[in-house]
Nanobody, 115 residues
Framework: QVQLVESGGGLVQPGESLTLSCVVTGFTFSAYWMYWVRQAPGKGIEWLSQIDTYGQTTFYADSVQGRFFMSRDNAKNTVYLQMNSLKPDDTAVYYC????????RGPGTQVTVSS
């Protein structure tokens, strides 16, 4: 059974940082690219970042380039998203997923950026 479980969200002030984690079970994690996406209230799924199977190549959306950093630990079947300089516009539910459209995503973790 494939499961992706995100954690690490919360309420932070603008400018602060958070690191999200996603633990994956049920498929050969190390053989797949992984993705982070988010969904803000009333909006569709937004692709944020992706990482190759080795954790050496990453791509980011313009909206998070230079602020967010994705990594993975294949020994732990875990993918991470370090988020710095958070803004109110980053408020959303964050998901790890098996493709950039958000398919196969987990239940998500809420990130709220507010003063």
């Amino acid at each position: 059974q494939v499961q992706l479980v995100e954690s690490g969200g919360g309420l932070v002030q603008p400018g602060e940082s958070l690191t999200l984690s996603c633990v994956v079970t049920g498929f050969t994690f190390s053989a797949y690219w992984m993705y982070w996406v988010r969904q803000a209230p009333g909006k569709g799924i937004e692709w944020l970042s992706q990482i190759d199977t080795y954790g050496q190549t990453t791509f980011y959306a313009d909206s998070v380039q230079g602020r967010f950093f994705m990594s993975r630990d294949n020994a732990k079947n875990t993918v991470y998203l370090q988020m710095n300089s958070l803004k109110p516009d980053d408020t959303a539910v964050y998901y790890c997923a098996r493709d950039r459209d958000g398919n196969g995503r987990g239940p998500g973790t809420q990130v709220t950026v507010s003063s």
